[in-house]
């Protein structure tokens, strides 16, 4: 297989409590009542304060994306869009970069490592990438929590790398190899 004719990713993904699917204009309502929370913005690069205009202008953006490029899905959970989640697809690299947000009234519950995980098994089983990486801003701890049960390793910490909203942060990357992901699915599986 080149870089050029990797498979499609599956539309639609079940996930034990979610259900990852396309994105529609219809969901533009949804994401507001989420992505208007200024916590659950806290780390992501979305204006402030978020309106509704900017939910229909992120909506059409994931709509818009360009799947050779950058994969994304609608969390949807009891008949709601409550977040999604997104492969970035470096196919020089053989790489590809996870992203995803969740509603604020769900975290905790295990929703998103379910999804995301789910996510990275499609990934590794069906295109032919060496690795799955993450960024995260050191201080968003929820996020790196998570990557670390998806059992990914703590490859680097880029110091004072991106001004946000004022706030000087580091960030934060991780990395599972394919050959990690096996063992780890291998272990699940058994
Ligand atoms: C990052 C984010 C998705 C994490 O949310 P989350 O609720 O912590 O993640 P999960 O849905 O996987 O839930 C895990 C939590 O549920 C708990 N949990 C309960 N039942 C669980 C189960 N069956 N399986 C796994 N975890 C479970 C875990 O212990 C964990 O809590 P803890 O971290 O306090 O120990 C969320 O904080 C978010 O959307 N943030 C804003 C957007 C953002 O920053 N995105 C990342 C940019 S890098």
Redesign the pocket.
């Given at each position: 297989m080149t870089a050029g004719d990797w498979p499609p990713l599956p539309e639609a993904i079940p996930t034990p409590r979610s259900l990852l699917r396309p994105f529609s204009v219809a969901d533009a309502d949804d994401v507001y009542v989420y992505r208007r929370d200024p916590?659950?913005?806290?780390?992501?690069p979305v204006s402030q304060p978020f309106e509704r205009a900017d939910a229909d202008h992120f909506v059409a953006t994931q709509v818009l994306a360009d799947p050779r490029e950058r994969c994304v899905w609608a969390l949807e959970h009891e008949g709601h869009v409550v977040?999604g989640v997104s492969l970035r697809i470096a196919r020089q690299q053989l790489r590809a970069e996870i992203?995803?947000?969740?509603a604020?009234w769900?975290?905790?519950?295990?929703?998103?490592?379910?999804a995301?995980s789910d996510l990275v098994d499609i990934a590794f089983r069906r295109l032919p990438i060496l690795k799955v990486s993450?960024?995260?801003?050191a201080p968003?701890v929820?996020?790196t929590?998570?990557l670390q049960?998806l059992g990914m390793q703590r490859e680097a910490l880029l110091r004072r790398h991106w001004v946000h909203r004022g706030r000087i942060l580091d960030e934060l990357r991780y990395g599972l190899l394919r050959e990690e992901w096996e063992r780890n699915d291998i272990a699940n599986s058994g």
């Open positions: 916590e659950i913005v806290q780390f992501l977040g992203g995803y947000e969740l604020r769900l975290w905790g519950r295990g929703i998103m490592t379910e995301v993450a960024t995260a801003a968003n929820r996020s929590r998570l049960r």
